[in-house]
């Protein structure tokens, strides 16, 4: 069945990098992306990248597909207290808005 | 407005009592997303309404859910008869012609 994994927790010291890593099942999806829940906030998307692509660099973000083995990471560099945050991974489809399929988000500290 | 707004911010309710919680969309945006955020877990999506078309109530957990969108703008979810595994963050969304999904700040309901 469809299935989208994330490990839960991570914590990293600020100034190093910090690589977020995903694994899904469907392999017929569109989009991939990354969404930022902060404490007591909604969901914002960070970043997303098309399936055919391997690489996306959005300032200090940076997303890798590996699409053979299924895996999405978000990395970010120089990592600062204010990222900390819950990032969720999730698979899009296109032309079915309603199917993102989500993970369980995996919670980043950052630690001065 | 600017963005996504949900009321009730927080709501605490005896359990057998029904509430009302309300989404307002982005202006213009036709898709409209509610899912359910339960405590160290992902999203599970409920409903999703797309302009006139009928809702995708497929992931409604039981008939004590409903939704209803008026005019193709605000919604409100109700649960009737609420229980204490009712208790979560209750997250609304919209889209406009992409696929990117904005998200309100969240309802978070607690049932005693």
């Known amino acids: 069945g469809e299935d989208v994994e994330q490990s839960l927790f991570l914590s990293v010291r600020e100034g190093d990098s910090s690589v977020i890593n995903c694994t899904y099942t469907?392999?017929?999806?569109?989009?991939l992306y990354w969404y930022k829940q902060e404490p007591g906030a909604g969901l914002q998307l960070l970043t997303y990248i098309f399936s055919n692509m391997d690489m996306k660099q959005d300032q200090r973000l940076t997303v890798l597909l590996n699409k053979k083995d299924k895996h999405l990471s978000l990395r970010i560099a120089d990592t600062q207290t204010g990222d900390s945050a819950i990032y969720f991974c999730a698979e899009g489809f296109a032309g079915n808005n309603r199917k993102l399929i989500w993970g369980l988000g995996t919670s980043l500290a950052v630690n001065p | 407005g600017a963005g996504v707004s949900q009321s009730p911010s927080n709501k605490v309710t005896e359990k057998g009592k029904d509430v009302e919680l309300r989404c307002d969309p982005i202006s213009g945006h036709t898709a409209l997303y509610w899912y359910r955020q339960s405590l160290g877990q992902g999203l599970e999506f409920l409903i999703y309404f797309q302009g006139n078309s009928a809702p995708d109530k497929s992931g409604l957990p039981s008939d004590r859910f409903s939704a209803e969108r008026t005019g193709g703008s605000v919604s409100t979810l109700t649960i009737q008869r609420t229980q204490q595994e009712d208790s979560a963050v209750y997250l609304c969304?919209?889209?406009?012609?992409?696929?990117?999904?904005?998200f309100g700040p969240g309802t978070r309901l607690t049932v005693t």
């Open positions: 969304a919209s889209a406009g012609g992409g696929d990117e999904q904005y």
């Open positions: 469907d392999s017929s999806s569109t989009y």
